[in-house]
DNA sequence: TCCTTAGGTGTACGAAGTACGCTTACGATC
DNA sequence: GATCGTAAGCGTACTTCGTACACCTAAGGA
């Protein structure tokens, strides 16, 4: 009976990801995602409770495009698998780290992606508090690579700075700084994740 | 000869945590620090550039209130000391974690506590490359420890609306939230450091 | 005493989120 | 095919921020 809808969730998705990946973050506004769809800004509202949930959607959509189906290998092979595929799916875009990190646990795909993780790390043998914990732990790592990517890049500005420092006040910082250069993102976080999975299979 | 300052960075530092930790982050505002002050608004900019300078003050501030005098014990336990020193440091201050996740690598202060670790680090072998992905390891948990407890805490509603998930869409997640809800932050900081630390040791 | 210089203030502007009420177009019903 | 109820869509306007700018003021050395 009434007017349809003229927009979908993913036409909203997509209106926003445009905006963040050609103008950064700070332009996703709601003023800025209503021209992208050739809409007035108030258009938006009949979609979207209001920013926040746009955000959302954002999230949500990036963690749907994440494949859950089973790698083959054994447990820390694929629990491997998964995390990078959650890694490469937040690099795809990777302005939106602050919202992953803001909004990841009112995103509905993530239940997808815990329950797979869970399933692995129970084939892994762990359960109870043990179970919590691991889940935890891996999760955390991805978010703190994520962050540590996104705001401190090992080849931003930053490395830079802190290898200039003065080796007298700061010898072992300003040394590990200037190695820091030489390691790309994709060795980073197979190294780290590494060191986590070494720790959970180790009793 | 020109007319002295009136205030400290400390009393700006001490003014924005005291409406952060009264009225939550969304309330720190340039105006509200100034009234806290007791100073017009403008008057902020003549000791912060802007808000995020304001911003990096405070985290700085936490930083600096962390005790980077090397434990004793071996490494591992050195390590585990130190980031519980920085765990509890922004602990008091809970509404700031978001402020320490964007800033922590603009803050001077934080230079002092990575060399800190860095030479725990040294000390348990390690050097070049697996130096630099040790630590940045360990500050990723942190932060990463940081961010599930500030947006998704064991004890909080999320943990409990998974809890409550039909066990035929989820049933890892279900069962697994349950037992979450038993884990206290404090255990779960020292056995997911634990997990990262017996990574770090093992070869 | 006065003058220099930075401290401190008030006003105002632009950007953003969004409440509110009007207008409009669809499509079910007669 | 005409009508009408309903939600879609829009324009306006209010509030709250950050902060640029121009002005006034007070401290303290000359």
Redesign the interface.
């Known amino acids: 009976m009434p007017r349809p809808r003229s927009l979908t969730d993913d036409q909203l998705v997509a209106a926003a990801l445009a905006v963040v990946d050609r103008e950064g973050l700070a332009a996703l506004t709601m003023r800025a995602v209503a021209r992208e769809l050739g809409v007035a800004t108030m258009g938006l509202y009949r979609y979207v409770a209001d920013r926040q949930a746009l955000e959302l959607l954002v999230v949500d959509h990036v963690f749907r495009s994440v494949d859950t189906s089973l790698p083959d290998g054994g447990w820390q092979e694929r629990i491997r698998v998964l995390l990078d595929r959650m890694r490469v799916a937040v690099a795809r875009h990777p302005a939106v780290v ?1 919202l992953v ?2 909004h ?3 995103a509905p795909a993530s ?1 997808r992606l ?2 797979a993780m ?2 692995v790390l ?1 084939e892994g043998g762990l359960d ?2 043990d ?7 891996l ?7 994520l ?2 990517e996104h ?2 890049p ?1 080849s931003g500005p ?1 490395t830079i700075v ?1 290898s200039e ?1 003065s080796a007298a006040d ?4 300003a040394r ?1 700084a200037a ?2 250069r ?2 790309p993102p994709d ?2 976080f197979r ?2 994740l ?7 299979s ?1 009793t």
């Open positions: 602050p990190l803001r990841r646990q009112a239940l815990i329950e869970l399933s129970t109870g508090a179970r919590v914990v691991a889940q935890r732990t999760v955390g790592h991805l978010l703190g690579f962050q540590n705001f401190a090992l930053g802190m420092l700061y010898p072992l910082l590990t190695d820091a030489s390691v060795e980073e190294r780290g590494d060191i986590v999975l070494r720790g959970l180790a």
